[in-house]
Structures are given as structure tokens and as C-alpha cells.
Nanobody, 125 residues
Framework: QVRLMESGGGSVQAGGSLNLSCVAS????????MAWVRQGPGSERERVAK???????VVEDPFRDRFTISRSNDKNTLFLQMNSLKPEDTGLYYC???????????????????WGQGTQVTVSS
């Protein structure tokens, strides 16, 4: 059973930074895509960034050049470095994972199998 546990959220002023972490356990042999997904107040979940088993990363347009996704060498901890935070970044940030058929693949949207409980990020103006 895969378990994902996020931490590092908090309340910051606009322009500030946070570094989110996600500790994963229970991965079996396979190729996993991992991602950060945000759910803002009254909004649907949207993917923030993703990383393939191989290590290729994508950060979605609203967060590009401000956020960086990375992973520990043992692949058991996922990070999201968040810089130049804006009030619209406010939301619950989830760590998510899904086993893929290729080490180079990720789901196209937020179709992930495993989810953490989320960590709250609040950005004030």
C-alpha cells in the first residue's frame, strides 16, 4: 500500500517562499509518476508539476519559473520549491503518484492512484 505524507505548508506573504515535502512509502517494483496537485478555494484540482520515474519534470504554466519539482536520490521524497508566491497560489497541495507502463510516462491530468492528505498553503497580499 502506497502512503504519501506531505509537509511544509504554511502561511506566507506574497513574494515569499515555501518548500513542500512528500515522503513516500510502499512503492512496489514499477515505474511511478509523481506530482503535486493544488486545490484552491472553491476550485477543482489542478496539476502543478510532475516528475517521471526517469526524472523528467514538467511545471504547468501558472507556476513555471516560480516552482521547481525535485526528488531525492532514493526517490522516496518529493519536493516542491515554491518561490515568488502569489495569493492565487493559495490552496491545499497534494502529493500524488501513479504506476505507469513506462519510466518516461505520466498521466495527462490528475488521474493519479495514490494521494496524500494535503498540506495547506496560504499566501496573503
Amino acid at each position: 500500500q502506497v502512503r504519501l505524507m506531505e509537509s511544509g505548508g504554511g502561511s506566507v506573504q506574497a513574494g515569499g517562499s515555501l518548500n513542500l515535502s512528500c515522503v513516500a512509502s510502499g512503492f512496489t517494483s514499477g515505474w511511478y509518476c509523481m506530482a503535486w496537485v493544488r486545490q484552491g478555494p472553491g476550485s477543482e484540482r489542478e496539476r502543478v508539476a510532475k516528475i517521471t520515474e526517469h526524472g523528467s519534470t514538467v511545471v504547468e504554466d501558472p507556476f513555471r519559473d516560480r516552482f521547481t519539482i525535485s526528488r531525492s536520490n532514493d526517490k522516496n521524497t518529493l519536493f516542491l520549491q515554491m518561490n515568488s508566491l502569489k495569493p492565487e497560489d493559495t490552496g491545499l497541495y497534494y502529493c500524488a503518484a501513479r504506476m505507469m507502463s513506462s519510466r518516461y510516462a505520466c498521466p495527462s491530468g490528475v488521474d493519479f492512484q495514490d494521494w496524500g492528505q494535503g498540506t495547506q498553503v496560504t499566501v496573503s497580499s
